[in-house]
Structures are given as C-alpha cells and as structure tokens.
C-alpha cells in the first residue's frame, strides 16, 4: 500500500470515529428514569377524589410520589388534601404493604370532618397502590400507628383501594 493510500485510510477511519463517537455521544444511555405516576386531589365540592397525573423520578418512585401529593395539585379544577406542613419523613415496603411515616403536622394541621379526613386518607392510600407491588398503605405519625386522623376512620390496620369516593 502506497504510503498516500495509507493515509487516505487513515483519515476515512479517523472521520469515521469521529462520526461514531458523535452519534453514540448524543444518546441517552441510562435508560428513561421518569414514570408517569397517578396522584389524588380532592374535586372543588370536596366530595370525591380525581387523578392528576404527574411525572416523577424512577429513582425513589415511592418517595417522589408522595412528594407530588403533598404538592397540592396543578389543575384549579382540583384542592389539596394533604395540610401544609406535612412531611414523609419515612417509608418501608414489607409484605405488599408500604408504611409511609409522615410527621404531626398531618394530624395537628388537619382540618377535620368526616369527609376532609376520608378524602386526605384515600388521597395517599389510592396514590400508593397504583404499583403493582403495593396492596395495602399504613399510615404512622412519628413512627407510631394512629387510632384516627379526626375521629372518624380507623386506621390502626393498613387500607386498600377505595374506589367509591374516586369520582366517576
């Protein structure tokens, strides 16, 4: 090989490296790291519960969704039900079964009411079990159960889905 075709194979090498390493740069390959998630606000007559969907980090899923609940919602048409000042100060997954440990503002900035305390109940229970892998939710305040949030639910066991009060 002539040393000027040598150096023609060179270079179209060189370039073609150069193209390759620009096309593989350019992409992402850690994978899609976000999910849509299905988080639930009360409707404006504070009656029923609707969706709101959110997107959040793959990456401490769970976390991250409780995280977007306690947000409050983006749609106007939406409340929150969550009070200010409530923060997940924990959480495990044993048996099915996710304890999300949240701190006293849950109870002490509660507004009450038969309705207000299901709607903030069903909020976080009907958020957590979307996943596949979540059956039931008990809820702790300081690490500790709770007989009730404002009297009227018992939430000494962990609860499931409730669709009835998801409005239609």
């Not at 350019?26 to 009656?47: K, L």
């Amino acid at each position: 090989m002539s040393r000027r075709s040598l150096l023609i194979y060179l270079l179209i090498l060189i370039i073609g490296f150069i193209i390759v390493y620009n096309i593989i740069g350019e992409q992402d390959f850690s994978g899609d790291d976000s999910r849509e998630v299905i988080v639930y606000y009360a409707t404006r007559d504070a009656m029923y519960l609707d969706q709101e969907r959110r997107t959040v980090k793959q990456d401490g899923l769970y976390r991250n969704t409780v995280e977007e609940l306690l947000k409050g919602p983006e749609t106007s048409s939406l409340s929150p039900t969550i009070p200010e000042g409530v923060e997940l100060l924990k959480l495990s997954l044993r048996d099915n079964i996710i304890y999300l440990d949240f701190n006293n503002a849950l109870l002490d900035n509660h507004w009450g009411g038969s309705t207000g305390e299901s709607l903030t109940v069903y909020s976080i229970v009907n958020t957590m079990v979307q996943f596949e892998e979540i059956d039931a939710v008990q809820i702790l305040i300081e690490g500790e159960k709770i007989e009730t949030l404002a009297g009227h639910m018992y939430l000494l066991e962990p609860l499931e889905m409730n669709e009835s009060i998801v409005k239609k």
